[in-house]
């Protein structure tokens, strides 16, 4: 069993009545005939990952490779605890979740690249602290990763999330759209929403340039994160309440690999452009590698 765009999985979806994670499950194990059981342990152990990242940017004090973010995670958590935060509980634990992760990153710690490592905060931000908040046992959680990887494949299969081609919206914007379609799936929705979610989380940052500062996966790629994870949230429940989406996933991944494209090569990955060549972002580039103002 297998597919290659959103249409042909919502087709094996409806006429096996099953929800997106197990027609991922059957063509990871039957169409690319790997073990069920190794199969599963590798989900799992990526999501033990994903969580431990989460602890050690909370509980550790992190310092980047490029001394520009560390401690984030921490302030942002802080906030939340003292009842200050302004977005809920949920939204407020997976941005400083998200922002973690980004933190373990830098400072060359363990996490996954889901789909990449400069977007590897939104899906743990999102699910873990959707699995704290709603009470979920791991299980739960790894079966809306397979949702998630799902989606992935689909933008890998038919466009791109390197930053480097597609820019940011191909790497935050796809790691959003992940962890919409899983979070829909966690919530109880069809096949069909967790698609309209991921196709809702595309298009919300289309167009995003990949601009960071110093050639470092530091800034904005940190707060790009938080944002990605936040919309990923607020694309599941647009799905959740019966919106369709104009856009199906398919048109959406075409789109946004055709737009990528069409970025000039300074707002692609090079630091040529964007955030990166900003006065402050120059003079703070310099200050931390000691390099002369000229």
Not at 162 to 168: P, Q, T
Not at 183 to 188: I, R, S, V
Not at 228 to 243: F, H, R, V, Y
């Amino acid at each position: 069993m297998n597919f290659i765009n959103g249409k042909q999985l919502l087709e094996i979806c409806s006429e096996k009545h099953i929800p997106i994670s197990q027609a991922m499950f059957l063509r990871e194990t039957n169409y690319l005939e790997q073990d069920p059981v190794d199969v599963t342990r590798k989900m799992e152990r990526a999501y033990d990952i994903m969580k431990q990242a989460i602890h050690r940017a909370l509980t550790e004090d992190l310092i980047s490779t490029g001394g520009m973010i560390g401690g984030e995670s921490k302030q942002i958590d802080a906030l939340r605890k003292a009842g200050k935060n302004i977005c809920g509980p949920l939204v407020s634990k997976a941005i400083a979740y998200a922002v973690g992760v980004l933190e373990v990153n830098a400072s060359m710690g363990l996490i996954v690249a889901a789909p990449t490592a400069g977007s590897s905060g939104v899906i743990p931000g999102v699910l873990c602290a959707a699995q704290e908040e709603y009470n979920m046992e791991d299980a739960v959680i790894i079966q809306a990763l397979y949702t998630a990887a799902a989606v992935g494949y689909l933008i890998t299969r038919n466009a791109t999330t390197a930053g480097a081609e597609g820019g940011c919206q191909a790497e935050v914007g796809s790691a959003s759209a992940m962890a919409a379609a899983a979070m829909t799936q966690l919530m109880g929705g069809t096949p069909s929403q967790c698609l309209d979610a991921a196709s809702f989380a595309l298009i919300n940052i289309l167009g995003l340039v990949c601009d960071p500062v110093g050639g470092l996966v530091e800034i904005p790629c940190q707060n790009r994160n938080a944002m990605g994870a936040s919309n990923a949230l607020i694309s599941a429940e647009i799905a959740l309440s019966g919106i369709q989406s104009v856009v199906p996933i398919d048109e959406a991944i075409e789109v946004m690999y055709r737009v990528g494209r069409s970025l000039p090569v300074s707002l692609r990955e090079t630091s040529q452009g964007g955030t990166a060549t900003s006065p402050s972002a120059c003079h703070a580039c310099r200050i931390k590698w000691k390099k002369p103002i000229l």
